[in-house]
């Protein structure tokens, strides 16, 4: 059981920008951030969620120089929801990386979007209801 991702980033204030614009649309915003001081490194987190619990994290580090080249796949409640969150990631500045469809090579229900966020990263949102 998964309880938690995070992702590496170049630049915090435009990834969360990002990130805020393009999951809104399956209910899931920022619900924690840490940053330098409370980190004690200089490095900065921020957490993502739809209650209590974030399970997103976006992290920052000045020490780093590079991201990890990572891929997450979002739940949404249903196919308008896929459609969305494709439309909000694109006019956020993702580039597209596969259109709303069906993948029947995954499984015949299996209705995704993919997004390149601004660090390379692979970010989907993913419907397993029929139609």
């Known amino acids: 059981m998964l309880d938690h991702i995070s992702l590496a980033v170049k630049d915090m204030k435009k990834a969360k920008a990002f990130y805020k614009k393009t999951l809104a649309p399956l209910g899931i915003s920022v619900l924690m951030e840490f940053?330098?001081?409370q980190t004690g490194d200089g490095s900065s987190f921020a957490g993502f969620g739809e209650t209590a619990m974030p399970y997103f994290w976006l992290g920052h580090s000045p020490k780093r120089k590079g991201t990890s080249?990572?891929?997450?796949?979002?739940s949404a409640p249903d196919r308008?929801?896929?459609?969305?969150f494709y439309k909000a990631a694109v006019k956020a500045g993702g580039k597209d990386n596969g259109k709303p469809g069906l993948r029947p090579h995954y499984h015949p229900n299996y209705y995704g979007a993919f997004v390149k966020d601004p660090d390379g990263n692979n970010v989907e949102a993913v419907c397993h209801k029929p139609a």
């Open 35 to 37: 940053g330098p001081k």
């Open 69 to 74: 080249r990572s891929h997450v796949a979002f």
């Open 80 to 84: 308008a929801a896929v459609d969305a």
